[in-house]
């Protein structure tokens, strides 16, 4: 006799999107509202800037290396797309 081998579903494979956005966004609800269920978001934020709203500070959150090392710890669950939420 074959021992039975137990068998767990599992969640459901998922298609995930990459979010990088500034510290401040506030969206993240609003944007899971539009996604399937098949999809799955995961976000990842800027460095955090302490000063007001400005052309500098729109600059400073939009620094190349910062964005870059979003991008690459997004990389880590291996979205199908990224998206820049800072535009």
């Known amino acids: 006799m ?5 068998t767990f579903a599992g969640p459901e494979a998922q298609a ?9 966004m506030a969206l993240d609800r609003e944007l899971w ?6 999809v799955s978001l995961f976000f990842t ?3 955090f800037f302490d000063e007001p709203v400005s052309l500098e ?8 290396a910062d964005i870059l090392a979003a ?4 990389s880590a669950v291996r979205p199908a797309v990224m998206a820049y939420a800072c535009t």
Request: with cysteine.
């Open 71 to 74: 991008v690459k710890n997004l």
């Open 57 to 64: 500070m729109a600059e400073d959150v939009s620094d190349d």
């Open 45 to 47: 934020r800027t460095p």
């Open 33 to 38: 509202r539009w996604m399937p269920s098949d």
């Open 16 to 24: 995930g999107i990459g979010v990088v956005c500034p510290f401040d």
């Open 2 to 6: 074959q021992p039975i081998e137990p």
